[in-house]
């Protein structure tokens, strides 16, 4: 018996509802390019026309109705199975469970297989999501690369202020020794000159040591090796002097030669390219700084005039110097510190000279004697060593054959077996790249300038203060039984007042080391957190302000109450706890003020072609700055002794401290690549 035809319009829905989905499906296929939408199609048809056949096997059953007796339950059950009617319930629940499913055909894959798919059709491969990159921790001492390298630029920077320190420590008696009847006011107009003299020559010659190291001629460690043996010849010459005129000579014919401190700067930002990490690699210099301070006064104090200091061990009748003394100390009693200071700086010119590598980029890739004849030492050792145990054997690089590995020339400094960078460059870019450089006259950019004026004026006011700051605590203390000048006959607050603090070598050299001391704290503990607090350029002119106060009070320390009378020196709990705190402001400032300033100098090059040439114009300005500083202030300073008011140099220091604090408003920090020469941008384009 045949089925009413409404019992198969759910029949007639579910084959139009199959027959939408196989339509949707073929649709979203044919937008894919990679996939083959015939297969599928013939696959969809295929599936339905196996339905039909299932359908039309249905009312092919139904019209061949078995018949059943009612009385054989088993045989009923059975026949239920076969009744139309429970056929198409069954039917019905089969397609309501369809309609439930995604309507998507078995023979369609998932979208992430057809991604893959895809993807793997394109030659690409899908790769993992990165995880999100972790936010970087300040940087520590260890992070810092090349440390080699800057081990060696720290240990010449040091050389450097251990020399000149030192000669500060007994400086003022050195020339009183030239001409005992000199007043303090005059040797205090002498050591400004002397200072004025090695500072003025380098004020004549630094740019063109910067050139120097700019060009391929010369090279930054040449100019280095220069500096350091040229200093190591005044260092020795000024300990040998016996009157003022040679001691002067000699300071100038050091200040000639020496360019060191902006090719060391430069060397430094060479090294160390990436920003994190010049906060840290800068302050190295001003730390060395401070370690000279520390051992040069000390070293000078102690070492200054050996016969007077130590009668039983070089005096005469002593172990040393027998029946008569050591001759040459009674004869040069300032050369012994000066000899030490020597065997400093050869030691740190042997150091340049075998370990240090070039990095001027044109001669990176040229022979370096000095390394040739480390490796061929360092050689010659390990087979001695090697000798003496033998279970030991030294595997060396031209008898290492193993693939993928490459030989170093230590000859060349370059790998024997080239190789090929990610992104070639053409011979022409490669040659614009080494010949290109920026025009002298291009260099003076606006930050340029007011980079260079405010450096000008923090090296005035602290070169200044430190050759201020050792001929006051050597000035001798106002005595009013002994009065100087003689018309001053009592001290008066707040500004009518003279004298110093009357300290031998040995006191002024500790008195400096507590400056040191101070420094190498702040630097290590206070400054990396503050200044990566702040930035470079907040921190400069932040600290720039406590320069004007530090200056305004140290003339106070010549009438703190003192335990002792004049004329004997200065001391007590007070007068060190005055002196402490006021070189305890001063030293604050500077270590934040000094790094910053360099880092400053270094980002305002306005092209890297000429970053050798703006550190050497930038040490002739600080140079220029330092030599007419000391000259004036030591001439202020004598002329204030003689009127009675030895304040008047200090506050007039703190005055242009002021005005430096004001000209920091106009710097700001660059990128060290201002100006871009024809054909640079698609180069970095290329290179990256």
């Not at 009923?76 to 995604?102: G, I, T, V």
């Not at 040449?222 to 200093?231: A, D, E, I, N, S």
């Not at 150091?351 to 990095?359: C, I, K």
Request: proline share 7%; charged share 20%.
């Amino acid at each position: 018996m045949p089925l009413p035809s409404s019992n198969f319009e759910p029949n007639a829905s579910a084959q139009d509802n199959a027959s939408k989905t196989d339509d949707s499906n073929a649709n979203m296929l044919n937008s894919m390019e990679e996939v083959n939408v015939s297969q599928w199609e013939a696959s969809a048809e295929a599936a339905g026309s196996r339905r039909q056949k299932k359908h039309v096997a249905f009312e092919d059953k139904s019209e061949n109705k078995p018949k059943y007796k009612s009385k054989d339950k088993s045989k009923a059950k059975d026949s239920e199975d076969d009744d139309p009617a429970s056929l198409l319930r069954q039917h019905e629940a089969l397609l309501k469970q369809k309609r439930r499913r995604p309507k998507t055909l078995a023979i369609v894959p998932r979208m992430s297989s057809l991604g893959r798919r895809l993807s793997d059709a394109d030659g690409e491969e899908q790769k993992p999501t990165p995880p999100p990159p972790k936010k970087a921790g300040p940087v520590s001492w260890r992070d810092l690369p090349q440390k080699r390298q800057l081990f060696i630029l720290t240990m010449a920077r040091l050389s450097e202020p251990i020399t000149q320190t030192s000669l500060q420590a007994y400086m003022f008696y050195q020339l009183k020794s030239f001409d005992p009847s000199l007043p303090p006011s005059t040797i205090a107009a002498q050591a400004g000159i002397l200072q004025g003299c090695f500072t003025g020559a380098q004020f004549l010659t630094a740019m063109l040591w910067g050139r120097a190291a700019d060009a391929d001629w010369g090279g930054r460690k040449r100019v280095l090796l220069m500096g350091l043996f040229g200093t190591c010849i005044s260092a020795v010459g000024f300990g040998f002097s016996r009157s003022f005129l040679q001691a002067a000579i000699f300071r100038f014919v050091g200040g000639i030669l020496n360019g060191n401190v902006g090719v060391i700067r430069t060397m430094v930002s060479e090294i160390i390219k990436e920003k994190k990490y010049q906060s840290r690699a800068f302050l190295l210099l001003p730390m060395c700084f401070n370690i000279g301070v520390i051992i040069g006064p000390v070293l000078g104090g102690l070492l200054a005039d050996p016969v007077g200091s130590y009668p039983s061990v070089f005096g005469e009748n002593s172990f040393f110097g027998g029946k008569d003394g050591v001759w040459w100390m009674k004869h040069w009693p300032y050369a012994l510190p000066n000899l030490v200071s020597a065997v400093f700086l050869f030691s740190a010119a042997a150091a340049v000279f075998f370990g240090l590598e070039e990095t001027l980029e044109s001669l990176c890739d040229k022979p370096d004697l000095g390394l040739r004849i480390a490796h061929s030492i360092g050689t010659l050792f390990r087979r001695l060593f090697n000798r003496r145990n033998p279970q030991y054997t030294a595997v060396h690089d031209e008898d290492i054959d193993t693939p993928g590995t490459e030989s170093y020339d230590l000859e060349s400094r370059t790998p024997t077996t080239p190789i090929a960078p990610a992104t070639p460059l053409t011979p022409l870019s490669a040659a614009r790249r080494s010949r290109q450089k920026l025009p002298f006259r291009r260099i003076f950019t606006s930050n340029v300038l007011f980079t260079l004026l405010s450096h000008f004026l923090l090296a005035f006011h602290i070169g200044t203060f430190n050759n201020l700051w050792f001929i006051f605590l050597s000035t001798p203390r106002f005595d009013p039984t002994a009065p100087f000048p003689p018309s001053h006959t009592q001290q008066s607050l707040p500004f009518n007042f003279t004298g110093g603090l009357g300290m031998p070598p040995r006191s002024v050299g500790f008195a400096m080391a507590v400056l040191g001391f101070i420094g190498i704290t702040l630097q290590l503990a206070v400054y990396p957190r503050v200044n990566a607090l702040l930035g470079t350029v907040r921190s400069y002119r932040t600290f720039l302000c406590l320069f004007p106060l530090t200056y305004f009070l140290t003339p106070y320390l010549a009438v703190v109450p003192s335990s002792s009378t004049p004329p004997a020196q200065a001391s007590g709990l007070l007068v060190w706890l005055a002196l402490g705190s006021v070189l305890f402001i001063q030293v604050l400032g500077r270590t934040f003020a000094l790094p910053a300033n360099t880092i400053l100098v270094n980002n305002c090059s306005p092209h890297p072609s000429v970053l050798g040439t703006i550190h050497g114009i930038a040490q002739s300005v600080s140079s220029a700055s330092r030599t007419v500083g000391p000259v004036l202030g030591g001439w202020l300073y004598g002329v204030g002794l003689q009127k009675g008011v030895v304040g008047g140099v200090w506050w007039g220091l703190a005055g242009m401290a002021m005005v430096g604090w004001v000209a920091s408003g106009w710097v700001f920090e660059g990128d060290g690549h201002e100006i871009w020469l024809e054909g640079e941008k698609e180069e970095g384009v290329e290179r990256r």
